[in-house]
């Protein structure tokens, strides 16, 4: 079932930029946005598309990524319940710059471009607050970019560790990146090969750095993860 208007206020307020809006501000976001459902699987926007909208995520994962000139997906973030989704885009005006699909359902507030200006105009903190959300994110698009030369283990150890930063929950064995991912998506984000992807899992966990639950990972040792990253950099 589609959230109400009273459970998208919580939403936004428990784990989005927005929650510094005050209630006035933040009732009018809710009453002009529109929450769009997406299944499993669908195309989001594509790149290219008009930048006319921002989305908060309210429930669920999506993926967000370009295909190359040799029709090889790039892998660029993926986003999670009060993550900001097309900030770029809804700030300048200017085309998508990514195509986004959903992991998972998900369901999401619509803010057209001009109904949110105004509001964030009129509160600067709550704008300073999505220049900041877009600004992890060039750091974290610079990072992987920094990493793109590695060897392998070490392009998988990064990658991980990214996702630990942008997805961790602490467990009781370590730190779970909570968000399921296929091999063939995790391999496009470290920028390796599925099959790649899949023999870097192997030996990390071998080496006692993570077990491998499904499509979940948890990484057991940070530090020995951080240092075969740098230890093949």
Known sequence: MPMTNDEIRAALRASSVLAALPDDAL??????????AFAKGAAIYQRGDPGDSLMVLLTGRVK???????ARE??????????????????DGKPRSADASAL???EALVIWRRE??????????AMLGVIEALAGKVRTMSAALEHSGLQMTAKAASALLRLAELHGRPVAEGTLIDIRLSQRDLGSYAGLS????????????????LRLDGALVVILDLDGLQACAEAEA
């Open 116 to 125: 949110l200006l105004p509001v964030l105009e009129r509160h600067p903190k």
């Open 64 to 70: 967000i990524a370009n295909v190359t000139a040799d």
């Open 194 to 209: 599925r099959e790649n992807m899949n023999r870097q899992l192997s030996a990390l966990r071998d080496r006692g750095l």
């Open 104 to 106: 998972e359902a998900t």
């Open 74 to 91: 790039v892998v660029l973030n993926f986003l999670g319940p009060g993550d900001l989704n097309g900030e770029l885009a809804a700030l």
């Open 27 to 36: 009732d009018e976001i809710v009453r002009r946005g529109r929450s769009v």
